[in-house]
């Protein structure tokens, strides 16, 4: 792998690492290999799994146990962090994201509103509280990078991404809104990146995703952009080299973000004039 250490001397918290198709987990080969130390961390039930022991041994950092939806779990957790790494820290990732009424396949119209509400408060509230608590600990550097991984279902409308479209929606509004705050008090930068869909653990389990991955591929004039891709545009985020970039949402989806339709998918369709589509 080639590296330019453009991370060298910083410290991190990455959140969300599952497995190796994950992109927290790709984020944190790149780190690691970029020359940062940081600390790992996920939900108590995602360690069940221990894939990311493996990761933890790989890149010389140690896991931290948190559900970044309790507070009093969020404040241990940056205690610990900053005990291990020695003091606060330069960039933090938020890769957290589940909807319950996706996983049970309820549909949109119907949404059980308990499952609703987790769903806002894991994938989006969490990135509030885990802002708050390091704003109020003074956890994070000055000029500091927080990321948090998005999709484009928080603007359009993919008919199977259920209450997660809501989830995050909210979560960039979030990021803009934090990122006023946090930047005036501490010039911290808050952005989201609005990944391309991408094959891993959680996505796959969505409705249709397959439908996602390639509509998407066809639509996008590079393609998308896989987690290796999404890995290296969320280390130029951590970097110096974007000081001055936040509160923003940047689309990492090969340019399906700006498209209307592309002659890929206007050849698949041509032969369908006249039939009735829905």
């Known amino acids: 792998m080639n590296t330019n250490q453009i991370?060298?001397?910083?410290k991190g918290i990455i959140f969300g690492a599952l497995d190796e198709n994950s992109i927290a987990w790709k984020v944190a080969e790149k780190a690691h290999a970029e020359g940062a130390e940081f600390v790992l961390s996920n939900a108590p039930v995602a360690l069940r799994k221990k894939d990311i022991f493996q990761l933890a041994e790989k890149t010389n950092s140690q896991v931290i146990a948190a559900d970044v939806t309790q507070v009093s779990e969020i404040e241990d957790l940056y205690q610990e962090a900053m005990k291990i790494l020695g003091g606060k820290v330069d960039f933090i990732l938020h890769s957290v994201g589940m909807s319950p009424n996706v996983r049970?396949?309820?549909?949109?119209?119907e949404l059980n509103y308990d499952y609703f509400l987790k769903t806002l408060d894991i994938s989006a509230i969490s990135l509030h509280k885990m802002l708050s608590v390091a704003k109020k600990m003074d956890v994070i550097n000055d000029w500091g990078s927080v990321v948090a991984l998005s999709y484009i279902a928080a603007q359009k409308v993919f008919?199977?991404?259920?209450?997660?479209?809501?989830?995050?929606?909210?979560l960039e509004s979030i990021v803009r809104q934090f990122g006023y705050h946090y930047g005036r008090s501490k010039k911290v930068r808050i952005n989201a990146v609005s990944q391309s869909p991408t094959i891993t653990t959680a996505g796959s389990g969505v409705s249709g995703f397959n439908a996602f991955f390639n509509y998407a591929n066809n639509m996008s004039p590079l393609g998308?952009?896989?987690?290796?891709?999404?890995?290296?545009y969320c280390i130029s985020l951590f970097s110096d080299y974007t000081r001055m970039v936040t509160m923003q949402t940047l689309y990492h989806d090969g340019g399906f973000s700006s498209m209307g339709i592309s002659n890929k998918l206007i050849d698949q369709f041509i032969n369908c004039a006249g039939n009735n589509i829905e």
């Open 7 to 10: 991370l060298k001397g910083k």
């Open 104 to 109: 049970k396949s309820i549909p949109y119209e």
């Open 224 to 232: 998308n952009a896989d987690a290796e891709a999404c890995a290296d």
């Open 159 to 170: 008919s199977s991404y259920s209450d997660m479209s809501q989830a995050k929606a909210m």
